[in-house]
């Protein structure tokens, strides 16, 4: 079975504070990708990554970034954390690039809540 | 920019009701379309796409969506549902299949089945 695997379930930090947010998958998959899911909005897109070492950015990169140092693993990183960040996070990857012409996995999520 | 939109931001039926969930986009070319499903405390899963071909696509769980490019809609259906279809749904769009095109998703659709 297919694994996208999120380290935490619920997270909660206090503002300004330097947040990590891991991510890893077993499929062997060259793509990797952090959305945001907040309720009206759906998923919107904040990086992804397409190799190791390689990101691009998404449509709400502000305030986040990303590392990529391992082919399975996929970091977002919020640099300090703001009350406007609360969300809930989600990791996907996929054997495509934007994963258009096949699906992709998605992790079960990371509440994080910034107070 | 694409965008799709879902109307229908909460739906409450009862069991044995069928459903009907719309879904529209705003590419004017080729797409490639999504179902994917979120289930309480689950991850999010490709429930049904369509790429080409037949424009009524059959998916998991008696879900089926039809294609409907004069309308710009791939709207998802089932003729009677279950009490385990409570989920929240979302529609997805590539605009640009094959090629490199991230996806967009719509901002999803509630749906609560009443025993």
């Known amino acids: 079975d297919v694994k996208v695997t999120q380290s935490s379930r619920y997270l909660v930090k206090r503002t300004g504070e330097k947040v990590f947010l891991e991510c890893v998958q077993d499929?062997?998959?060259?793509?990797m990708f952090w959305y945001r899911q907040d309720p009206g909005l759906g998923l919107r897109l904040i990086y992804f990554?397409?190799?190791?070492?390689?990101?691009e950015k998404g449509d709400i990169p502000e305030g986040y970034s990303v590392s990529r140092e391992k082919k399975e693993r996929f970091s977002l990183i919020l640099e300090s954390a703001s009350t406007n960040q609360t969300s809930m996070y989600l990791c996907?990857?996929?054997?495509?690039?934007?994963?258009?012409?096949?699906?992709?996995?998605f992790g079960q999520g990371t509440r994080l809540t910034v107070v | 920019a694409q965008s799709v939109s879902q109307h229908n931001h909460h739906v409450i039926l009862s069991e044995a009701a069928s459903l009907e969930l719309g879904c529209n986009y705003s590419?004017?070319?080729?797409?490639?379309l999504f179902w994917y499903v979120q289930y309480p405390g689950q991850h999010l899963q490709l429930l049904l796409k369509y790429f080409s071909g037949d424009p009524l696509v059959k998916g998991i769980k008696g879900f089926e969506a039809e294609f409907i490019k004069s309308k710009f809609s791939f709207n998802l259906r089932k003729p009677s549902v279950q009490w385990s279809d409570t989920a929240e749904y979302f529609c997805?769009?590539?605009?640009?299949?094959?090629?490199?095109?991230?996806?967009?998703f719509g901002t999803g659709t509630k749906l609560q089945v009443i025993p």
């Open positions: 499929m062997d998959h060259e793509n």
């Open positions: 996907a990857s996929s054997s495509d690039r934007a994963f258009g012409n096949t699906e992709a996995f």
């Open positions: 990554s397409y190799d190791v070492k390689m990101k």
């Open positions: 997805a769009v590539n605009a640009n299949p094959g090629g490199y095109q991230k996806v967009t």
């Open positions: 590419y004017g070319g080729t797409v490639n």
